[in-house]
């Protein structure tokens, strides 16, 4: 083999060397952009596989375990209760606030806040009724002084 073809023989192989190296550069850089335009979707459409099991289990778990607050244990179902508010709006305010108490004692203020109705006083008592109505109809006989 000449000199000639011996350098003509190593350029092509160097050339199918350079040529595989490209074409698995650009098939992994096509994978990477896959990728990231699938998480991209996936974000916006709002459906990422591992977050949504995370979510899950921590409500799953939040719901059987038992919080104290203030010496009171209850579950988070029994909490959402008391303080009339969905389980997932007492997590989510737990999650902002940073602990159970916190999100037990907080009062909302602003237009979510829950106002007593306009000139009833929290402490007065339900009344049963105006006392006349069942007495007057258990009544037959009514009598009336004549006028003098």
């Not at 000639?4 to 994978?31: L, M």
């Not at 306009?118 to 402490?123: A, Q, R």
């Amino acid at each position: 083999m000449t000199p000639a073809e011996r350098a003509r023989q190593i350029d092509k192989q160097e050339f199918e060397t350079e040529c595989k190296a490209a074409r698995d550069r650009a098939i992994a850089y096509a994978n990477h952009c896959r990728q990231r335009e699938q998480q991209r979707v996936q974000a916006w459409i709002g459906v990422t596989k591992n977050v949504v099991n995370k979510v899950n289990q921590l409500q799953f778990s939040d719901r059987a375990h038992r919080h104290t607050v203030n010496g009171e244990s209850k579950t988070l179902v029994e909490w959402a209760n008391v303080l009339s508010i969905t389980p997932k709006a007492l997590l989510r305010r737990r999650r902002r606030l940073g602990s159970m108490e916190a999100a037990v004692a907080f009062q909302p203020a602003g237009r979510w806040a829950k106002r007593p109705a306009p000139g009833v006083s929290s402490n007065f008592a339900p009344s049963k009724g105006t006392g006349a109505g069942s007495t007057a109809q258990e009544t037959p006989k009514i009598t009336f002084l004549a006028k003098a």
